[in-house]
């Protein structure tokens, strides 16, 4: 398709429970990235994908949120025992990267409400 | 850590003004890049101007860029009230990662 699709729109848990949150690149974008964004401020970078492979992993905080993009599925991001602090709002955005140029297209977001 | 900085925060204009905003940026990069952001809604993706240029129009848009600054500016003439938005500015550094600025809020008011 021609959007990023991420689902759900809204999640809510409680502390200590699982959160997984998928993503739906743009067919033929290679690149796939996820962002935190809390309280309508920066972007946080989390993670990239090169198709299934992992591109750039340094801004995951690797104890708890994990990721994939595997073939013919959607993409997901998965945070096990959630904190309050991991509420946010998670952007997916897919890139074909051409012409040296990494041009983002992004999803409308998931909103994560840990309570 | 994000690398931009936008300024101002926030900006409240009348319909028909130019807004001004300013993004600064640490590090080398290949490009610059500015998104929108309306409520509720994930960015888009609104000019990139290279790094071997120094300004770039599109439509109402006008975005500079200083790289012995480290800065750029986007300039949105004759605000309208669908302009209304925040607006992020986002480095391309070498590693094709985007770094994203904190966002200017603008406010058109009709």
């Known amino acids: 398709g021609e959007e990023v699709a991420q689902t759900p729109k809204h999640l809510v848990r409680g502390e200590g429970q699982k959160a997984k949150l998928y993503c739906a690149p743009i067919?033929?974008?290679?690149?796939v990235f996820w962002y935190q964004q809390v309280l309508k401020n920066e972007f946080k970078f989390l993670i990239s994908?090169?198709?299934?492979?992992?591109?750039?992993e340094t801004g995951m905080p690797k104890e708890r949120f994990s990721a994939k993009c595997l073939p013919n599925s959607p993409c997901s991001l998965e945070i096990q025992a959630t904190k309050l602090e991991d509420s946010a709002v998670y952007f997916c955005?897919?890139?074909?990267?051409?012409?040296?140029?990494?041009?983002?297209?992004f999803g409308a977001g998931s909103r994560l409400t840990v309570l | 850590s994000q690398q931009g900085e936008e300024d101002p925060q926030a900006l409240s204009i009348q319909e028909g003004e130019n807004a001004t905003m300013n993004c600064s940026y640490k590090?080398?990069?290949?490009?610059l890049q500015w998104y929108r952001q309306n409520s509720g809604r994930g960015l888009v993706h609104l000019i990139l101007?290279?790094?071997?240029?120094r300004e770039k129009h599109s439509g109402r848009l006008r975005v500079t860029l200083d790289t012995s600054k480290k800065s750029s500016s986007l300039l949105i003439t004759a605000s309208r009230a669908a302009d209304t938005a925040s607006y992020f500015c986002?480095?391309?550094?070498?590693?094709?990662?985007?770094?994203f600025g904190a966002g200017t809020t603008v406010t058109v008011r009709a």
């Open positions: 067919k033929g974008h290679s690149y």
């Open positions: 986002a480095s391309e550094a070498n590693d094709y990662k985007l770094s």
């Open positions: 101007i290279r790094s071997n240029e």
């Open positions: 590090t080398s990069i290949n490009n």
């Open positions: 994908f090169q198709n299934e492979n992992v591109f750039d």
């Open positions: 955005a897919s890139s074909l990267r051409s012409s040296g140029a990494n041009v983002l297209t």
